[in-house]
T-cell receptor, first 115, second 112 residues
């Protein structure tokens, strides 16, 4: 079983719809992240959370919101989807208890297409 | 602004030869650098990292070199194997603000 699970894996929807992407993890990590990947731009950070009561904006948070329902769950919402939010979305986790900088562990991604 | 740049979108090498992937960064506050490998339909997986206090880190066939004065790092894979064919992302972060930035990726193809 995957340590970081994203649902759905693929979603096609229409402009103006509300979309929620979900992420759950079994790694027991406190820190969780949402990124989007666009061709030629790599991964860009949308939001991150260091624990259940902590939410922080990333590089490109406009048009998105998040909810950290529990240590293991971090969901990303698009309140009113627009076509330029079509992208591959990744959730990631990391464990600060190992000290200092630590690599992040990624889910397999959600491919979102907005028509 | 793209603070981490991978200027080569693709690289092709012969099996058994060395693969060298390059990455440049602009933010001198970055103190931790990583390489991730990504196969199609999967998320990026951590490959190797280096702290800014070092200039080299080795892990088996993979070696990362850091040149802080040039703000440049590279990943060497030797010998390259067909299973190494993937997209490689360079990333950099700062421990204080946990802001990790990624390059656009380099697609490596290792030909048998």
């Amino acid at each position: 079983d995957a340590d970081v699970t994203q649902t759905p894996r693929n979603r096609i929807t229409k402009t103006g719809k509300r979309i929620m992407l979900e992420c759950s993890q079994t790694k027991g990590h406190d820190r969780m992240y949402w990124y989007r990947q666009d061709p030629g731009l790599g991964l860009r950070l949308i939001y991150y959370s260091f624990d259940v009561k902590d939410i922080n904006k990333g590089e490109i948070s406009d048009g998105y919101s998040v909810s950290r329902q529990a240590q293991a769950k971090f969901s990303l919402s698009l309140e009113s989807a627009i076509p330029n939010q079509t992208a591959l979305y990744f959730c990631a986790t990391s464990d600060p208890r190992q000290g200092g900088n630590q690599p992040q562990h990624f889910g397999d991604g959600t491919r979102l297409s907005i028509l | 602004d793209q603070q981490v740049k991978q200027n080569s979108p693709s690289l092709s090498v012969q099996e058994g030869r060395i693969s060298i992937l390059n990455c440049d960064y602009t933010n001198s506050m970055f103190d931790y650098f990583l390489w991730y490998k990504k196969y199609p339909a999967e998320g990026p997986t951590f490959l190797i990292s280096i702290s800014s206090i070092k200039d080299k880190n080795e892990d088996g066939r993979f070696t990362v070199f850091l040149n802080k004065s040039a703000k440049h790092l590279s990943l060497h894979i030797v010998p390259s194997q067909p299973g190494d064919s993937a997209v490689y992302f360079c990333a950099a972060s700062n421990e204080i603000n946990n802001d990790m930035r990624f390059g656009a990726g380099t697609r490596l193809t290792v030909k048998p």
